[in-house]
């Protein structure tokens, strides 16, 4: 798995760091993963498991995450106040992020693409099938919510008593254990000791608090897209979990009504995690959404 760096990507300009798996005359399935998430955070193995489904594969740091551009000259991001409904602090906006994965595709010489979103980047992926229809394919969207917040709301305690992550590497992976066992899956297993060796790799590449509170205030800024959702016309798929405690299942079934003949899994046990146990369950829904939407099955048709 070899990292690049694409340049000059988007309206924005800026440089995003990603990479492309498997065969690139396959049909391309755009990951997005969500607030300070980095590439890294799509599992190598379910990744593999994709690529062995035929598929082209393509992960990526949004911006603020990992080896992408920071935006540093930015107003300091006010979530208490984005909370309260002034937003005037937001640095960008999930169209902005939209725009910015739309421009990977430009650099790749990729007119269209199935996209997989998770968290936030479920978010942005909705964003870009709004905006940019044409160059969506297939729409599925991991553990994410329409931006109502009357739907998919967080448990005030799903991150325990952890507080923003330290700037000392061991003390990022000890919070990391803390964090993600707290708002990750219990009805499956917890590796500790995976956690805390992908945490370490995840500070290696960089982590950046503040870009993750801009993210989270760009999500508040961005508002509800319920109504625009429902007037989606793409092949679609939603995938949620029970124990959600980051974006209650609420939030998935909302998106799924949303869009038109959207389908629904709902998993049992499965929080704000990609559990390995799932992994098998992620490729077999995503690639039967790939296949249905490429050979234009009728949705109601593919196996869910």
């Not at 065969?23 to 379910?46: F, H, N, R, S, T």
């Not at 999500?219 to 429902?230: H, I, M």
């Not at 249905?292 to 196996?303: G, I, K, M, Q, Y």
Request: net charge negative; with cysteine.
């Amino acid at each position: 798995m070899t990292e690049r760096k694409a340049f000059g990507v988007g309206p924005a300009g800026i440089e995003i760091a990603y990479e492309r798996l498997g065969d690139p005359g396959d049909p391309p399935v755009v990951l997005i993963m969500g607030a300070a998430g980095q590439l890294i955070d799509w599992p190598d193995g379910l990744c593999e498991q994709l690529v062995g489904r035929g598929l082209q594969v393509i992960r990526f740091d949004s911006r603020d995450t990992g080896r992408s551009t920071h935006v540093r000259d930015a107003p300091q991001p006010d979530i208490m106040a984005a909370m309260a409904g002034d937003v005037s602090s937001a640095a960008y906006t999930l169209s902005d992020m939209a725009a910015d994965t739309v421009g990977l595709l430009d650099v790749l010489g990729i007119d269209s693409a199935h996209l997989v979103g998770a968290s936030m980047g479920g978010m942005i992926a909705q964003t870009i099938a709004i905006e940019f229809p044409r160059r969506v394919r297939s729409l599925t969207s991991i553990m994410s919510t329409t931006g109502n917040p009357a739907v998919g709301q967080s448990d005030p305690g799903a991150f325990g008593q952890a507080g923003p992550p330290p700037a000392d590497r061991a003390a990022y992976q000890e919070w990391s254990v803390l964090t993600k066992r707290a708002s990750g899956s219990p009805g499956f297993a917890f590796d500790e000791a995976a956690v805390r060796a992908h945490a370490g790799r995840v500070f290696d590449r960089g982590v950046d608090f503040t870009g993750m509170m801009r993210q989270a205030v760009a999500v508040l800024a961005s508002g509800d897209r319920t109504a625009r959702l429902r007037a989606l016309d793409v092949p679609a798929l939603v995938l949620h979990g029970t124990a959600d405690r980051i974006f209650d299942s609420s939030g998935g079934r909302a998106t799924a009504e949303a869009i038109p003949d959207a389908a629904l899994v709902v998993l049992e046990g499965m929080g704000h995690s990609l559990p390995r146990e799932l992994w098998p369950v992620f490729a077999e829904q995503i690639g039967a959404l790939v296949a249905a939407a490429e050979s234009t099955v009728p949705v109601a048709d593919w196996p869910a």
